[in-house]
């Protein structure tokens, strides 16, 4: 059973393109994130819902827009692709507050603009 | 606003050598604290976590943490490395808000 699943794992497409990464999670935790990790293994927060509401947007592009449609759900999308979007980008989510605000993370999905 | 600092991006170790990685972070209020790892091609995976207590936490594989308040430190250690250890590791912290945030992580290199 696999807690949190991102789909795609791999993505590759052109520059100009609109894509979507998916990502669900089964442990009935009520935060979500979306993180991008660069070429230089960076980690960075990007987006942060918690009950389907954003409660933490970093400087990203207006070209990701993130969309929640139930605690369980925090899918990605981007549009009008560029070089500079190809990264890892992780899913994650965990319980907020309290004792057990540990996150997991789903495996990534690789992104290759070209 | 938060922050962490890892103080070393790459590290090269021969095996059974000791490690000691590095962690500060700024934020004035309480926080929990993490340690994650990322093995070659592989999501990031908890290593060992302080929410509260013994400032001294056990994590899996034998790793370890010593959280240091007046440092703004947790400092992860292990005594003796093994080659399957070589994978990059981030820290991690959470204050207010929920927002998990980390340094730019270390890649550990152990040499067989």
């Known amino acids: 059973d696999t807690a949190v699943s991102q789909t795609p794992k791999y993505l590759v497409t052109q520059m100009g393109n609109d894509k979507s990464i998916k990502c669900e999670q089964n442990l009935g935790h009520d935060t979500m994130y979306w993180y991008k990790q660069d070429s230089k293994k960076f980690l960075k927060i990007m987006f942060s819902?918690?009950?389907?509401?954003?409660?933490i947007n970093e400087t990203v592009p207006n070209r990701f827009s993130p969309k929640s449609p139930d605690k369980a759900h925090l899918n990605l999308h981007i549009n009008s692709l560029e070089l500079g979007d190809s990264a890892v980008y992780f899913c994650a989510s965990s319980l907020a507050g309290g004792e057990n605000t540990e996150a997991f993370f789903g495996q990534g999905t690789r992104l290759t603009v070209v | 606003a938060q922050s962490v600092s890892q103080h070393n991006h790459h590290v090269i170790l021969s095996e059974a050598a000791s490690l000691e990685l590095g962690c500060n972070y700024s934020?004035?209020?309480?926080?929990?604290l993490f340690w994650y790892v990322q093995y070659p091609g592989q999501h990031l995976q908890l290593l060992l976590k302080y929410f509260s207590g013994d400032p001294l936490v056990k994590g899996i594989k034998g790793f370890e943490a010593e959280f240091i308040k007046s440092k703004f430190s947790f400092n992860l250690r292990k005594p003796s490395v093994q080659w399957s250890d070589t994978a990059e590791y981030f820290c991690?912290?959470?204050?207010?808000?929920?927002?998990?945030?980390f340094g730019a992580g270390t890649i550990l290199r152990v040499k067989s």
């Open positions: 819902y918690n009950n389907k509401e954003l409660i």
């Open positions: 991690a912290v959470n204050g207010r808000g929920n927002k998990l945030v």
């Open positions: 934020y004035g209020g309480t926080v929990n």
